[in-house]
């Protein structure tokens, strides 16, 4: 099971708050589900547990990675199986679209979008860097020429794992490697940013309205420091203070997202600008959350559990 899922159960159980997983790689322990309609309609999850009242939900996914087996036949499988279970989901949203959510489907869906988040962002007043979204490589060529140094960042618009289960991660590119890849660029968009110097970058997480701040500081000479996942397990993070402005312009901005959790990506450059890079509304904390010390789960488990409480004191 995703050990964020563990966390975030724990403090649920903690806090004596019943709850119900639907997890469909377990099917034995909680990927079971039946939406009756024969008589009386019903709603079972899990180990045939009937679902009756519902307070607030966590939309927590795992990523939908599909990784080709040896038999083609298996991967289409896989594929449909997704499809099926995608068809259930929707249901279920709308189900429950009245129901307190962390985070709301329709708000996660958006937001995964990365246009949309720079075009939000910068409307809310952040620097972001400047940005080609494209799939034709004379203008994705001519935009690397009006940036200094005359290189840019490649990052993908969706998560990419090869079949070998290696991630994609942010890449610099400059013109010739643009020259020479004509064919497999114009294969689909890609995000091409200028290259930012910067000091450190900033991991800010959010959860409601607290706010969970870390300096990621990767050594300079590192494939980390082009894009620190790639060196997630070195010791580069230390709790960080935000300014104050700064703070609020970050929950005005998640509020205008319309999300209760978010994992918020900055990089503060070399004349102290915060710069948006992105938000990933299903990013991990885990990792910050043991090496830190720092309560997210348990804050994540909190409003799920007074959402409860508001409503049987209303």
Known sequence: MDPHVTSV???????????IILDRFDFEKSGSIAISFAQNAALHLGAGRHLTEVSSIWWRQKPPFIVPSEKISEYYDTIFATQEWNHIQRYLEYKYRNVYS?????????VHNKIYQLEIASEAGFIIPKSIFSNNPKQIDAFVLSIEPEKAIFKTLTAYMNPTGLLTYTTIVDRSMINNKKGSIALAPGIYQEYSKKKFEVRV?????????VKINPPVDSDASIDWRSGITEDIYEKYELPTNVKSQILELHARFGLVYGAYDFILDENDNFIFLEVN???QWLWLERRLNMPI????????VETREKEIHS
């Open 9 to 19: 159960t724990s403090h649920l159980e903690k806090l004596g708050a019943e709850f």
């Open 102 to 110: 962390i985070n709301n489907p329709s708000a996660t869906l958006m």
């Open 205 to 213: 997480t959010v959860v409601g309205i607290e706010v969970f701040a």
């Open 281 to 283: 509304p299903s990013g």
């Open 297 to 304: 789960s348990y804050n994540i488990a909190n409003l799920l």
